[in-house]
């Protein structure tokens, strides 16, 4: 089993560190699961044998809070039933895969469920494992995926993810708008700011 473990240089301390092993079985990954316990990092991927370790920065770690406090306070003004999943695991041992989203959601009537309406991906340093292609097989409706200051939506449609320009979970969202309250100094602020500017609308 080849392990690759990925630093940033020393200019650019505030990224995410990975570390990546190939040739790991099912039973591997679930033991790095266990070894890690109930914790929310490192973050842990696995794909067809490949398994990636990340810990995330704290850029990367404010970004997906402060998206999952913009969502919900999207969801409250628009009297949406949610429930945020946090980094929940999910996995599928029948298809060799399994992800923790930076955050995920259930939308809608409380109900018992296995897989998340929504998960978003923030990618703040690029990793070696295609996040939408675990997925795409764990059959997530949609993936919002964060990069460059930018939200794309992907929604699954015949086993393939598709870029959409309005998200189908959450009809009426505007990403663009939202990404535009993801910089400011503070998390109250930026969820008073987009409340403010949703209320005007």
């Not at 998206?67 to 628009?78: K, P, Q, S, T």
Request: overall charge negative; some cysteine.
């Amino acid at each position: 089993m080849r392990a690759d473990t990925f630093e940033p240089d020393g200019n650019r301390r505030d990224e995410d560190r990975f570390v990546v092993r190939h040739g790991v079985s099912w039973a591997e990954y679930e033991q790095e699961l266990e070894e890690r316990g109930e914790h929310s990092a490192p973050r842990i991927a696995y794909l067809e044998g490949l398994l990636e370790i990340m810990s995330p920065s704290e850029s990367h770690e404010h970004l997906n809070w402060l998206i999952g406090y913009l969502v919900a306070v999207w969801c409250l003004e628009h009297d949406i039933n949610f429930r945020t999943l946090g980094h929940w695991t999910l996995r599928d041992k029948a298809v060799a895969r399994g992800v923790e989203p930076d955050v995920c959601w259930v939308f809608g009537s409380a109900r018992k469920t296995t897989r998340p309406d929504l998960a978003v991906e923030v990618i703040w340093t690029s990793g070696s494992i295609k996040k939408l292609e675990i997925y795409r097989k764990l059959g997530v409706r949609e993936v919002w995926i964060w990069r460059l200051g930018k939200l794309t939506a992907y929604a699954l449609r015949d086993e393939i993810y598709e870029p959409i320009s309005a998200s189908r979970v959450l009809p009426g969202i505007d990403l663009g708008q939202l990404a535009l309250f993801l910089d400011r100094p503070t998390d109250d602020e930026a969820m008073k700011a987009y409340r403010d500017l949703l209320r005007k609308s």
